[in-house]
């Protein structure tokens, strides 16, 4: 998980894609590393899932000062189970996710948009019965110049702050030195 929200983040660096200027976020494309370009079509789909409109600030742990011109990365994961797997007989639960690339804005925010995740999965055979594709996670990572950070939230933390009207996540950084 951890190795695939860093290439997708270095991979967004690299400007495979771009953000909106100014504290905004550009529309979300599907990850695709290796192997995972050549799958085909999908076979199989789940329940898709609206992930809410996210609104994010990222802060200096110490002085709680906004950071402006903060790279980050917003992935929309899934699961769906691939099969067959080596040395798994029943399969595993693989992770497929989209990315959106961000950049904070001179307050130290950004937004990314309401997005619909549908999960979908490769292999529908008979060790998939009753285990379709699902959304499990929205990653937020944030790459600095010293450090690269992640953090996750799950569908029920997303669903608490859809309830609540108001999803802010306030992202605290202590990366050493931000000075740029």
Known sequence: MAIVALLAACGWCLGQTEAKPGGGCGPPAEDCLGADCRRGEPVIFGKPYVAPRLSLR????????????????????????EYPYPERPFGVWSEGSYSSP????????????????????????????????????????????????????????????????????TLKVSCGDLAR
């Open 58 to 81: 990222v802060v200096g742990e110490e002085d709680g000062r906004p950071l402006p011109g903060i790279k980050l990365a917003v992935r929309y994961v899934w699961e769906w189970l």
């Open 102 to 169: 961000c950049v904070t804005g001179e307050d130290g925010s950004a937004a990314a948009a309401e997005f619909r995740v549908v999960p979908r999965g490769w292999y529908k055979g008979a060790h998939a019965a009753g285990r379709r594709p699902r959304f499990v996670r929205v990653d937020v990572t944030l790459v600095l110049p010293k450090c690269l950070t992640s953090r996750s939230y799950g569908r029920r933390e997303l669903d608490r702050c859809r309830r609540r009207g108001d999803c802010e996540l």
